[in-house]
């Protein structure tokens, strides 16, 4: 089993579409482990995207994730960052596939609704920085059996 963080951003709130995005990832079998609404500082919004604190696009992003609140998930399951990145499109609205989440509800290019961890390291890091361990909550879903990768 995998993990990634899932972060729906404060333009999914404000355009009331995170009921429908998480439809999605029930629907096709993730297991939500963890989840938690939050406005976020700049302090936390600079942990979040260290990675890009030399990119042009770094203050306007800042900005953007401290807008308004924003949902951050847990989700597990087999192969679980591959899989959410593909159901998320790629990084654009406008280039973005259509049947993905960013292709079917935008065309902006910061503006993207989604965050998706984008590998193993990312995956526990980002969840260790939005999550207390404690947070993160063990249960069974009945339908497990039924979603097997390899079967
Ligand atoms: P990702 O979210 O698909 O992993 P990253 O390259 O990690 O894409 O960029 C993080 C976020 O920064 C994007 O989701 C998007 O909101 C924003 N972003 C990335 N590139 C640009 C850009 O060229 N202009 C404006 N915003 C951008
Ligand atoms: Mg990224």
């Known amino acids: 089993m995998e993990r990634t963080l899932i972060i729906l951003k404060p333009d ?17 079998g993730f297991k939500i482990i963890a989840a938690k609404f939050v406005h976020i500082d700049r302090a936390m919004a600079q942990k979040h995207y260290a990675v890009h604190k030399n990119e042009t696009f770094y203050e306007s992003l800042l900005e953007f994730i401290t807008r308004g609140p924003v949902l951050a998930f847990v989700l597990e399951a087999e192969n679980a960052i591959e899989v959410s990145r593909k159901m998320m499109g790629s990084t654009f ?20 609704l989604i965050h998706g961890s984008d590998a193993p390291e990312t995956a526990l890091k980002e969840i260790k920085l939005w999550f207390k361990p404690e947070e993160l ?7 497990r059996s039924w ?4 079967k």
């Open 12 to 28: 999914a709130v404000q355009r009331r579409l995170m009921g429908r995005i998480i439809t999605r990832f029930e629907e096709k």
């Open 93 to 112: 609205g406008h280039e973005a596939e259509p049947g993905t989440i960013r292709g079917d509800f935008g065309i902006s290019r910061q503006y993207n």
């Open 137 to 143: 909550v063990d249960y069974e879903m009945p339908d």
């Open 147 to 150: 979603l097997e990768m390899g």
